[in-house]
């Protein structure tokens, strides 16, 4: 079974405006982490949210935001306002136990002016 | 500022060669990893390692080997390069905080002929 799904290969949204990135994984672990990741066409890999398991509050980091939902293990993030440089692959990420990672196939975003 | 290098950008290699990917990190980590980037696919774990001389298989260990002799280095070897591990390789390192991201290398793509 995937460890990570993101069923969304390619998303397009206006510019200014929010849109959600969706992904689901699956563990037996109870303690884990969820990562979100940028990776424009220059490939480098850009870290922008991190999720913990025993984390009460969905993360925030400036226009990020994940949507941390553990009972239906989604980690759906969220981008408000987007930007045109906001046009990337974004990778969904897991943390186990045992210090793997798993990541996700990956969804295209594209910012339409 | 955090840095992983990465020894090639480009490779071009013959099959049946002998291929060695070099990853260097300056930040003291315990942990780095090799991953291999196909489209569609996203980052599929090959190998990773939490100490000096220590390593455990990822995902896709069949037709690679890593060394790590010095914590800095993280090494990834193709015993006999097939056409099939054309790639794009991604090389990461992490600290053993357990909320820290992975900090990752901008990559080596390589071309099998």
């Known amino acids: 079974a995937q460890k990570i799904t993101q069923t969304q290969p390619g998303m397009f949204v206006q510019e200014k405006e929010a849109v959600t990135l969706d992904c689901t994984y699956d563990?037996?672990?109870?303690?884990?982490?969820l990562f979100w990741y940028k990776q424009p066409s220059s490939g480098e890999m850009i870290f922008l949210i991190y999720q913990g398991s025993y984390d009460e509050q969905n993360a925030t980091e400036g226009r990020y935001s994940l949507n941390f939902q553990k009972a239906r293990k989604s980690a759906n993030l969220v981008i408000s306002a987007s930007q045109l440089g906001d046009s990337a692959m974004y990778f969904c990420?897991?943390?186990?136990?045992?210090?793997?990672?798993?990541f996700g196939t990956g969804t295209s975003l594209t910012v339409i002016p | 500022d955090v840095k992983v290098t990465q020894s090639s950008r480009y490779l071009v290699k013959r099959t049946g060669e002998k291929v060695f990917l070099e990853c260097v990190q300056d930040m003291d980590h315990e942990n780095m990893f090799w991953y291999r980037q196909d489209p569609g696919l996203g980052l599929r774990l090959i190998y990773f390692?939490?100490?000096?001389?220590?390593?455990e298989k990822g995902d896709i260990p069949e037709g690679y080997s890593v060394s790590r002799e010095k914590k800095e280095r993280f090494s990834l070897i193709l015993e006999s390069a097939s056409t099939n591990q054309t790639s794009m390789y991604l090389c990461?390192?992490?600290?053993?905080?357990?909320?820290?991201?992975?900090?990752f290398g901008p990559g080596t793509r390589l071309l099998v002929l």
């Open positions: 990461a390192s992490k600290s053993g905080i357990v909320r820290e991201t992975q900090y």
């Open positions: 563990t037996s672990d109870q303690s884990y982490g």
């Open positions: 390692s939490y100490d000096v001389k220590m390593k």
């Open positions: 990420a897991m943390r186990e136990l045992s210090n793997q990672f798993y």
